[in-house]
C-alpha cells in the first residue's frame, strides 16, 4: 500500500507544488478580486461535483462489482443531475454572481461538465491500478493551470484565473479520451444503470449528504466570506485557503482512494493509522510548530499589502493540521459505509459557519470561529470512529 501512495504522491505533490509556487507570483499579476471570482467559482463547483457524481467515484474504489457498470451508471446520473444543477444556476445566477454575470455562468457550466467527468475516469484508473496514468493527468493538468493562468493574466485581468482552471479541465478530459479509452467501455444502458443506483443507493444517497455537509465545511466559508465583506476581503481568504488547504486537499486526493480500497477488506492490520493518543500528540506538536511560523511565511511570500492574508493563515493552519490527523478515520467511516456517524458532527459544525448571516461578526471573529469549532469538529468524528475501532480489534 505504501509503495503505491508514495508512487502516486511523487508526481502528484510535484503538481500540487507547482500550484502553490505559483499563487504569490499570481497574486502580482491579478487584482484581489480576481481571487474573489475564482474563489465563488470553485466554491459552487465542489458543490455540485458532489451532487453530480452521487458517490460513483467511491462506489467505483470499494466494490467488488464490474467497474464498467458503475463507471457508465456514474455517467448517465451525471449528465442528468447536471441539466438540473445548470437549470438552478440560471435561475439564481442574479443573487450568485454580483457582475460580469453571463462569463461566470458559461465558465461554472464548462467547469461543472469537464470536473465530473475527470471525477470519475480517475476512480476508474485508481481501480485498475494504472496510477501513472493517473498521476500524469494530474501533473498534466497542474502545469497547464499555472501557464494560462500566467498568459491569460495579459489578455483578461479580472477573469483569467477562472478560464486557467477550465481550460485544465478540458485539457484533462481530452488526455483521458485519448490515452485512457482503453481502459473503459462506454455504453449507455437504462436498465442496468438503474439495477446499479437500486443496489447500492443507501451508500449513494447517504454517502452525497454527507460529502456535500462535510465540504460545506471547508468550502462554504470562500463564498461566505466573499458575500459577507467583499471580494477583496475573499480574495485574500482564498489565497490563504489554497495555500494552506493545497497540500491538505492533495494528501486526500492521493491517500483517500488507495487508503479506501484498502481498509474496505477485511484483511486490513496497519492499526497504527488508528491510534487516536498519537493522533492527538501529532496533532498538538505540528499546531504549535505551524502557529509561530506560518505568518512569518506568508509574509514573505505574498504582496505587501496582504495584511488578512498573512494574519488569518496562521489560524486557518490549525484547522487544516486537525483534518489531516482525522483524516484516517473519516475514510474508516466512509469504508465501514458509516458516515451516518459523522453526519450530525458535520451538520452542527455548518450551522456554526452558517451563523454568519444571523450574528454580525467582524472578519477577525469569524476567522477565530473557524478554526475553534473547524478543530472540534476533526476531534469528534476522530471519537465518532471509536467504535468501529474497538470493533475491529484495533484498540489502543
Sequence with gaps: MFKLIFSVAAVTALAQLLQLISQPLLTYLYAKESFGYLS???????????????????????????????????????????????????????????????????????YVVFYCFNVLFRAVLLRQGKNKL?????????????????????????????????????????????????????????????????????????????????????????????????????????????????????????????????????DFKEIYFFNIKNSIVFFCITASIAFYSTGFVFEFILKSDWYDAVWMSKYIVIWVLSFIMALPYRVLLRAEKKQIFQLPIDLLLLIVFMSIFIFDYSFYTYIYILTIFGTLGNFLIMFASGKIIRDRGWND
Excluded at 144 to 172: D, R, T
Excluded at 207 to 226: A, D, V
Aim: glycine content about 4%; aromatic content about 16%.
Design 40 to 110: 465563488i467559482i470553485v466554491s459552487i463547483i465542489t458543490f455540485i461535483s458532489l451532487i453530480c457524481n452521487f458517490q460513483f467515484n467511491n462506489l467505483i474504489l470499494i466494490s467488488k462489482d464490474n467497474i464498467n457498470r458503475i463507471f457508465n451508471t456514474g455517467l448517465v446520473s451525471s449528465f442528468i443531475l447536471e441539466f438540473f444543477c445548470f437549470l438552478f444556476l440560471i435561475f439564481f445566477s442574479y443573487f450568485i454572481f454580483q457582475d460580469k454575470r453571463v462569463e461566470l455562468l458559461i465558465l461554472t457550466i464548462l
Design 134 to 266: 493517473y498521476s500524469v493527468g494530474i501533473l498534466i493538468r497542474s502545469i497547464v493551470v499555472v501557464v494560462s493562468q500566467i498568459l491569460l493574466s495579459y489578455y483578461n485581468k479580472s477573469l483569467g484565473l477562472v478560464l486557467g482552471v477550465v481550460v485544465s479541465e478540458f485539457v484533462l478530459v481530452l488526455f483521458s479520451v485519448v490515452f485512457c479509452r482503453n481502459n473503459i467501455g462506454f455504453y449507455l444502458n437504462l436498465k442496468d444503470s438503474i439495477s446499479v443506483f437500486w443496489e447500492n443507493k443507501k451508500f449513494l444517497i447517504t454517502g452525497t449528504i454527507q460529502e456535500l455537509i462535510s465540504t460545506s465545511m471547508f468550502i462554504s466559508p470562500l463564498l461566505l466570506i466573499t458575500y459577507k465583506f467583499s471580494y477583496s476581503v475573499g480574495g485574500e481568504f482564498s489565497v490563504v485557503h489554497k495555500l494552506v488547504w493545497g497540500p491538505a486537499f492533495l494528501l486526500t486526493q492521493v491517500v483517500s482512494p488507495i487508503f479506501l480500497q484498502y481498509v474496505a477488506r477485511d
